[in-house]
């Protein structure tokens, strides 16, 4: 089972013709933090309104969970699951770099949004984003890069890539992989972003820039000067961050690191 927040835009901004061509974004383990910690829904409200991007739904998505195992569904704003069997399935879904969560979502999750709400998304990757911090963020980034057909755009937070053997060698595969995938890729992480024995998440995610930089991806990687592994940043810039990504005329970012550094 699973819980998930749908945010549509309004009537106003949507005709029939809009519905049935509707952009979205989902948000990998995004129904705790997202809209409290950024506004993201009063952000694309206003960016559809000013015509900075295009017409699009959000789905904020729990981790999944399994009745029979003991576990539990989290408790609004709880950031992880109650129970070790929640745990469980939450490193089962998001820290492995396969194509099972994309093709969850693909396949069943916005199938049943659209039937349920009566509206049809887009095909077309270019108007499809994955969107994660933390374990949501290589969740994100697994499901686009396994399924760039059908998901082209990829926001990454504070993302572990090193919490997990998959993810800590997952900018090698990028770096081994040709051709590029056509995916448009932002990353961000605080300078004191968590470092523990598994490592350090500022450095892997520069890892990551690098090995985007070296395959030549359309990406955009920056550190938060003084932030942490929070959600702070990205709510002071999250509207530039999102009509950056849906903006294909707009160009990469030739640096990671110190080049890369915005002050929180």
Known sequence: LRDFDVWLPDADSASNEDTDNLGVIVVADGKAAWRFATSIDVVLSNLIHQKKIPLVALVLCGVGYEPNTGAETMPPKALFPQSMAGMVQRMRELDVVSEEFGEHIDGELLPFIARHHGVTFSSDPAKRVMCGQSSGGIAALSAAWHRPDRFG????????????????????????????????????????????????????????????????????????????????????????????????????????????????
């Open 153 to 264: 755009k990829v926001i990454c937070i504070s993302t572990s890539f090193c919490n997990s053997l998959p993810g800590y060698m997952f900018p090698q595969e990028v770096r081994l992989t040709s051709p590029k995938k056509p995916l448009r890729i932002y990353l961000s992480v605080g300078e004191h972003d968590v470092v523990t024995e598994h490592g350090d998440w500022c450095e892997h995610t520069l890892l990551m820039g690098k090995a985007l930089a070296f395959k030549g991806y359309d990406y955009r990687c920056e550190v938060a000067e003084g932030g942490g592994h929070t959600l702070r940043y990205t709510g002071t810039k999250l509207g530039n961050i999102l009509t950056w990504v849906f903006d294909a005329s707009s160009g990469s970012s030739e640096e990671c690191g110190a080049g890369a550094k915005s002050r929180l």
